[in-house]
């Protein structure tokens, strides 16, 4: 790779253009929510500053800390949106979520040159397989790079423990958890979902996992207020387009061309497709 000849922002035409720009404002805050270094917003002000100068309508997202029982008001980035504001010299207008009505409206209004700041991205879902999850939740856990641990798997004889440890981090992080793997688990505080859809052939395919992650955040901003039904769905949705694409695969054809047909069955999935073909169960919790 040419790292020199790299593309930046600089060479694309973002005239007009809606912009999400994912940036680092990870900042410390003080005890009364003051921010007490500035470096990280003001790394990325030279970039905010080309986009509206050349009529950007601008999404700006970050996380900040590391919240432990969902939604907490010292996490909030008001204060970053309040110094960005001041910097910048306009308002910058902060959504109350990150994929409700309010950010719909907000977004949907935006003008050329004008900023908003999604609110702290950290709460709406948590996805990856069970070691990875519990690495997140218990600091331990047996994954290996992007692999789950043999030790971690979700069997039958497991999925009650597991379900009730995916229900408990959900509780203490106010997001709904998605574990993925050969049974895929949406589980949230009040609802729980059991997902059988996919083939074994997409765990050979380098990029389904960000592929599903790509497609549980469309889900979640299409469906605000529903967000465990939202990310059921494109569990769904991912593991049915492997199963539609492994049946189009010839003898000749392997991984490279499964994960093109991965893309083309999401591209061509409709709404009667997907509720014909998901393999869900909703379990309770009791």
């Not at 895929?184 to 380098?206: A, C, E, W």
């Amino acid at each position: 790779m040419d790292y020199l000849n790299k593309r930046c922002v600089r060479d694309m035409n973002i005239k007009g253009k809606t912009v999400f720009l994912r940036c680092d404002f990870n900042v410390p805050l003080d005890k009364e929510g003051n921010i007490t270094d500035t470096r990280r917003i003001d790394e990325s002000l030279k970039t905010i500053k080309y986009l509206i100068d050349n009529g950007s309508k601008i999404i700006l997202c970050s996380h900040l800390g590391r919240p432990k029982e969902g939604f907490d008001e010292k996490f909030s980035l008001l204060p970053v949106a309040k110094y960005l504001s001041e910097v910048l010299g306009r308002k910058i207008k902060l959504t109350k979520d990150i994929c409700g009505e309010d950010t719909k409206r907000i977004v949907s209004e935006l003008k050329p040159g004008e900023v908003c700041l999604l609110e702290n991205i950290r709460f709406a879902a948590i996805r990856g397989n069970i070691s990875e999850i519990k690495a997140i939740a218990l600091g331990s856990g047996g994954a290996r790079g992007v692999d789950a641990d043999v030790a971690d798997s979700v069997t039958d004889e497991t999925l009650p423990s597991v379900i009730e440890f995916a229900r408990e981090f959900s509780i203490k992080t106010g997001a709904v958890t998605v574990i993925t793997g050969a049974t895929d688990l949406v589980v949230s505080k009040d609802k729980q979902f059991i997902i059988k859809n996919g083939h074994p052939m997409m765990s050979s395919v380098t990029g389904t996992g960000c592929m599903l992650s790509a497609m549980t955040a469309a889900y979640l901003g299409a469906n605000p207020g529903d967000e465990a039904e939202a990310c059921a769905a494109a569990v769904c949705a991912m593991g049915l387009c492997g199963e539609l694409a492994h049946e189009r695969l010839s003898e000749r054809d392997g991984n490279s061309t499964y994960r093109n047909m991965i893309i083309d069955e999401i591209y061509n999935l409709t709404p009667q497709k997907l509720e014909e073909g998901a393999k869900i169960t909703v379990y309770n919790c009791r």
